[in-house]
């Protein structure tokens, strides 16, 4: 499969093939997609990216949108900021993932989509900032693959990238403590 926006053995582009798992599916047949996907080097994931959560049923599955989460950010292969977010003047601030509380979306993300923990975390989103990255570009071996890796700083958290177009990555957040990974769609800005 090349890197542009090539056909599939069905004969419909990669790009579209994307556009209908993003109406929803499941697990395996998302991760069928992401396994068919090359990979990325480290240097072509830097820029802005806009994101979004592939839905597949995984318990993470919009919940960073329903907390206001825009994308990522990656600066140069140690300067990666995970975590961009719309502030309520509409500016992009990075926030700390160390600060988030990780073991809660882990063990509770249903109770984390009522509108009161929203809301509770919007007031809360100034004391998360953070102006330095959290995170740093590597490659790493993940399904098979060795791609551009986003590796955490503080958190036991992997987020390794396949193309889908130059400007169109495929996420797989490999965390410990869930039993799948939480894919995503990254586009750049």
Not at 62 to 89: C, N, Q
Request: glycine residues 8%; proline residues 6%; hydrophobic residues 45%.
């Amino acid at each position: 499969m090349s890197t542009n926006d090539s056909d599939t053995s069905s004969g419909t582009s990669v790009r579209d093939r994307l556009n209908e798992l993003e109406q929803g599916t499941t697990l395996d047949e998302a991760l069928a997609f992401y396994d068919a996907l090359p990979a990325v080097a480290v240097a072509d994931m830097f820029g802005a990216w806009r994101g979004s959560g592939l839905i597949t049923g995984h318990p993470l599955d919009g919940l960073l949108e329903a907390f206001g989460w825009h994308g990522k950010r990656f600066d140069d292969a140690d300067g990666a900021h995970p975590l961009i977010f719309a502030s309520a003047s509409g500016a992009r601030v990075a926030l700390d993932p160390a600060r988030m509380p990780m073991s809660l979306l882990r063990r509770y993300p249903d109770a984390l989509r009522s509108p009161v923990v929203t809301r509770l975390f919007a007031l809360l989103r100034p004391l998360l900032r953070t102006r330095e990255p959290r995170a740093r570009l590597r490659m790493s071996e993940y399904r098979g693959v060795v791609s551009a890796t986003m590796c955490y700083d503080a958190l036991p958290i992997h987020d390794v990238f396949r193309r889908v177009t130059a400007d169109i990555v495929v996420g797989a957040m490999d965390m410990r403590g869930l039993d799948a990974p939480f894919l995503f769609v990254l586009r750049r800005e």
